[in-house]
């Protein structure tokens, strides 16, 4: 292909992708702005530490749910799943009587999100004042989630990847009712593909090329700073080094210039933990209401309860692609019921597509034949002298583990924290893997470069999911 058709083919590509992220902004402000019923995804939480922030304070825990989210549950809204038979303005409409439980959770979660609906809704409100907050929050989520995948396209595209590979960069990483909702709900979990996004392309860009680790830091500071699950991608990059650096030591080096070593894994690990630590320091210092009282309902009898949860959590794969009933209109004609359909095998592919590619690479069934490298001893950095040159291979099998390891051993780890720290047994929800989505469609494209069917199934399969998504929500 000359460069000249090239040229127009990727332009051409890249129309239809911005045309199609066009289409689901406008299916998600769509449905964010139609006063539907809370979401069972903690929505009325989220809602409750929005208004406080709103307002200049911050949920602490101990603290009741407030009388504005109430208001706009029995007077609005309702809710998705739950019933609260009370009439609007009764006594008995209070938030002690709130079927899901008075006391909020929101004090769990960082401000980072809800203070960029504060700005979001500064200027909202100038455009239509008389809209319900509710709804313009909702509109600040289908936002947030519409730039991560622009920023999905921007970074995919920095990295090298086109044409169909191009597509699946774009819309592998929300290919889904459980991911795609989020656009059109209040909840911070909107902001995962656009964090995941960040730090995959940063990551990426320093693993390939050798340069600009200090930008993966900066995207891991807003990522870590956003929520806890939204920097899960920075903790795959952690391994990557340490494992680079094991590699070393036998005398394997990266091909890409790409040289770890403990300072980088201490800045990114810094990153990773400070805002943990200094948030729930925090957080007791203003708690009005002890652990075992809040949570009471999730303690657990004895350690073997636990060991049996992690094992659990260790074999189950909390893989966020899937299919459910949101975002589907309440009577679909016969186009939406055949688009509709294709969700139920969607995540089955993707699921396949993307963990396989990411297995056979970190098996090294998708690695090049490593060069080698004529130069001098590398025992000065790190590598024991062999006497030979050290070997020089492509990093991408052992980051494709590292995505792996990472995917596997983040659930286990999370529930023994909680128990922990917290005293309670709860299992991992899927939902918290969506910020590592971008990596692991990126490292799995990016192995498989040398076959574009496989870009092209991919991104088939991902642009197919989002159509049919955003067709059963009209």
């Given amino acids: 292909m000359t460069d000249n058709r090239r040229r127009v083919v990727d332009l051409a590509t890249l129309a239809v992708l911005v045309a199609l992220l066009g289409v689901v902004l406008v299916t998600l402000w769509r449905v964010a702005g139609d006063g539907h019923p809370f979401s069972a995804i903690d929505e009325h939480v989220h809602a409750d530490t929005q208004a406080r922030v709103h307002d200049g304070g911050f949920p602490r825990r101990g603290d009741l749910i407030g009388q504005e989210v109430v208001d706009d549950w029995v007077c609005r809204l309702g809710h998705q799943t739950i019933t609260w038979e009370v009439e609007c303005g009764s006594p008995d409409a209070v938030p002690a009587n709130i079927p899901t439980g008075k006391y909020t959770a929101g004090y769990i979660h960082y401000p ?15 455009v239509s004042p008389d809209r319900e907050p509710v709804d313009t929050y909702r509109l600040y989520a289908a936002a947030v989630m519409a730039l991560g995948i622009l920023v999905s396209l921007v970074l995919a595209m920095r990295i090298g990847l086109r044409g169909a590979a191009l597509a699946a960069a774009t819309f592998a990483p929300v290919a889904g009712t459980p991911i795609l909702v989020f656009g059109t709900i209040e909840n911070p979990t909107a902001a995962a593909p656009l964090c995941g996004a960040l730090v995959a392309g940063t990551g990426l860009r320093w693993v390939l090329t050798g340069r600009g680790f200090w930008w993966l830091a900066a995207a891991s500071a807003v990522a870590a700073a956003t929520a806890v699950t939204a920097s899960l991608p920075t903790g795959v990059f952690v391994l990557a080094c340490l494992g680079a650096m094991l590699q070393r030591r036998r005398g394997r080096v990266p091909d890409t210039g790409w040289e770890p070593r403990w300072r980088h894994v201490v800045v990114l690990g810094t990153i990773l933990v400070v805002p943990v630590v ?27 309860d636990i060991l049996v949860g992690v094992v659990f959590e260790l074999a189950t794969p909390h893989v966020p692609w899937g299919a459910d009933g949101n975002l589907t209109s309440i009577e679909p004609d016969l186009l939406q019921r055949v688009l509709m359909s294709v969700l139920n095998g969607a995540p089955f592919l993707l699921s396949v597509l993307v963990g396989g590619a990411l297995a056979l690479g970190a098996m090294g069934a998708l690695r090049p034949t490593p060069a080698v490298d004529a130069g001098a001893d590398a025992d000065a950095d790190g590598v024991c002298d062999t006497g030979a040159a050290p070997r020089r291979v492509s990093p991408l099998p052992l980051l494709a583990g590292a995505c792996i390891l990472g995917m596997v051993l983040y659930p286990p780890l999370l529930r023994l924290s909680n128990a922990v720290n917290v005293g309670i047994d709860h299992p991992v929800v899927s939902r918290y893997s969506i910020s590592l989505l971008p990596l692991l469609v990126w490292v799995a494209l990016l192995q498989v470069r040398a076959t574009p069917a496989y870009g092209r199934v991919l991104g088939i399969v991902a642009a197919g999911t989002v159509l049919a998504v955003c067709a059963g929500a009209w």
């Fill in 112 to 126: 980072t999100y809800f203070l960029g609906g504060e700005v979001f809704r500064a200027g909202a409100d100038v």
């Fill in 278 to 304: 200094v948030f729930g320091a925090w957080t007791s210092a203003r708690a009005t209401v002890g652990n075992d009282d809040l949570y009471s309902g999730y303690g657990f009898e004895s350690w073997s």
